[in-house]
């Protein structure tokens, strides 16, 4: 089985501008979720769409977006970019029906903004 | 309010000895715990969960992690650690793929 793929694994973009990211989860898997990881602040929860519904979501502000396709593929937005907001951005996805079903994780995608 | 703490951010520890990563957890209701991890430029990988049952749980590259409700931890633990198992490590608790995360611990490895 392929495993979660992030697309682009690099972007660079400047202040004020806006940026999709891209995940494609494991076939079969219903659920993604969307982290962001930074030195500073570590792993933390952006928000999680079962079924092209959001189920949860973490304390960002309104700038970080998402949706889910009906093939559960997602993609994730970010509006009005600052300089806070360079990290990598992983995605992971999940059966999402069990309480105790892992995230799999995918390599990420490197956002730096100038 | 939920919470993992993972107290060391930096471990060394030379190849052939024994391992042992802190977690301790804060969570309001049964606790789903988790052990991750992260190679440099990669995602994050599952090494083992809990859920219920026991307490001793066997993951995947020979760790094993143990459960201790009275001490809300859940300590990640290899018996002998090789060069390869230099990355950093996360544990995590949650349920429905909310997951709060560790800052994680650092394991560098000496020849």
């Known amino acids: 089985k392929a495993g979660v793929t992030q697309t682009p694994r690099y972007l660079i973009k400047t202040r004020g501008q806006q940026v999709t990211l891209s995940c494609s989860p494991i076939?079969?898997?219903?659920?993604v979720s969307w982290y962001q990881q930074t030195p500073g602040q570590g792993l933390q929860f952006l928000f999680e769409?079962?079924?092209?519904?959001?189920?949860n979501k973490g304390n960002f502000p309104g700038r970080f977006s998402g949706r889910q396709f009906s093939n559960s593929r997602s993609e994730m937005n970010v509006s009005t970019l600052e300089l806070g907001d360079s990290a990598l951005y992983l995605c992971?996805?999940?059966?999402?029906?069990?309480?105790?079903?892992?995230?799999?994780f995918g390599n990420g995608t490197r956002l730096t903004v100038t | 309010a939920q919470s993992v703490t993972q107290p060391d951010i930096h471990i060394t520890v030379s190849e052939g000895a024994s391992l042992e990563l802190r977690c301790n957890y804060s969570?309001?209701?049964?606790?789903?715990l988790f052990w991750y991890v992260q190679s440099p430029g990669q995602g994050l990988q599952l090494l083992l969960k809990?859920?219920?049952?026991?307490?001793l749980v066997q993951g995947i590259k020979g760790f094993e992690a143990e459960f201790k409700r009275s001490q809300s931890s859940f300590n990640l633990r290899k018996p002998s650690v090789h060069w390869s198992d230099a990355a950093e490590y996360f544990c995590?608790?949650?349920?429905?793929?909310?997951?709060?995360f560790g800052s994680g611990t650092k394991l560098n490895v000496k020849p």
């Open positions: 769409y079962f079924s092209e519904t959001q189920r």
């Open positions: 076939s079969g898997h219903r659920s």
């Open positions: 809990y859920f219920s049952g026991d307490t």
């Open positions: 995590a608790v949650g349920n429905f793929n909310k997951f709060y």
């Open positions: 992971a996805s999940s059966l999402g029906i069990d309480r105790d079903s892992p995230l799999h």
């Open positions: 969570y309001g209701a049964t606790p789903y």
